[in-house]
């Protein structure tokens, strides 16, 4: 029989998904969404790659669940996302119908889960996306941090 999976373990396999975008020199971001334990889809940005800025890997991951599910409504999916969502990603989550999102950092400049606005909590939607911040912390701001001081020495 599989051992249950913990949050901590769905959250390092948004950090793979992360990693793949540091190597691509994207904003290392990594998304994965669960349903009934089992991960349904990874995604990580691919803005730069794609020349898109919708690329976010939020929605990303949503896409590959949708057409994974056959459906636009991910009843009863979590994600799990290693930084804050933006507020164009935050809508997408609330419109996929999407259970819970588990965050690992902040985002002070776009995050739309309560660090520059709370779409999730201060407007009054038809569906409510329940919200859990700081699921490991510490490593996905980490990978943020590394990717920015790199990305400035790259450019001088």
């Known amino acids: 029989m599989e051992k249950e999976k913990t949050h901590e373990y769905y959250m390092k396999q ?3 998904e992360a990693e793949k975008a540091y190597k691509k020199l994207e904003v290392p971001v990594g998304a994965i969404i669960v349903k009934n334990g089992k991960i349904i889809a990874r995604a990580h940005n691919q803005k730069e790659e794609k020349k898109d800025t919708t690329k976010h890997a939020e929605i990303l991951a949503i896409q590959k669940a949708s057409k994974k599910l056959q459906s636009w409504r991910l009843i009863d999916c979590e994600m799990y996302i290693t930084l804050e969502p933006c ?6 989550i609330i419109n996929s119908r999407i259970k819970k999102i588990y965050i690992g950092a902040n985002d002070e400049k776009t995050g739309a889960a309560g660090s520059v606005l709370n779409l999730f909590n201060d407007y009054k939607f038809n569906h409510k996306v329940e ?10 701001e980490k990978i943020l941090k590394d990717f920015f001081k790199e990305l ?3 450019k001088k």
């Open 152 to 154: 400035r020495k790259l």
């Open 87 to 92: 507020s164009m990603c935050a809508g997408a």
């Open 131 to 140: 919200v859990e911040k700081g699921l490991l912390k510490k490593e996905c």
């Open 14 to 16: 948004a950090l793979k």
